[in-house]
């Protein structure tokens, strides 16, 4: 990289544009279909099928494009970084979706916690430090609706492929500085 000069810098910059609108959906699609055939932990499903059941039930509900890829990618770092895979989410969406639904992403972990019973490590009342957010209320009610609510086998859910097109379309959108809070 210390080889490198302004033209050069210019030239890849004009050249990230086209590739990441080519292969950046792709990508993230590819890795939300890698995990098809992955264990489900005892659940009923797999976190594959949780996601396309929590998009399918954001569909259903009537919720906007954005809502629908945010409820489908929403736990696609759960297998590769379970301890912080709302930050995962919200590091691979937050430029292209709204600042609710990226601060809904990096808290919906902490928001689980009051649908969590007799754990002997789960504070219930965690999300409580949160209260008086103003996204506190959809984050709460998008864990209860789409989230905790998603992992029966009985659920309806439709294919991936429904939801390619809207996953492209947000990917498409300009990207901008991503939250940090």
Known sequence: MED???EDWTLLERQRGPYYDEHQAAEVLRMLAGSAQLPSFGYEI???GHSLQAATLALAAGHD???VV???LHDIG???CPATHGEFAAALLGPYISPRNDWML???QVFQD???HDHPTIDQDSREKYRGHPFFDWTAEFVARFDQSTMSATCATMPLDAFVPMVHHIFSRPPRAPSTA
Request: hydrophobic letters at 45%.
């Open 4 to 6: 490198l000069r302004g």
């Open 46 to 48: 797999n976190n594959y």
């Open 65 to 67: 494009e954005e809502t």
């Open 70 to 72: 945010v409820a489908l």
């Open 78 to 80: 759960f297998v590769a």
């Open 106 to 108: 990096r808290h919906h």
């Open 114 to 116: 009051v649908h969590v």
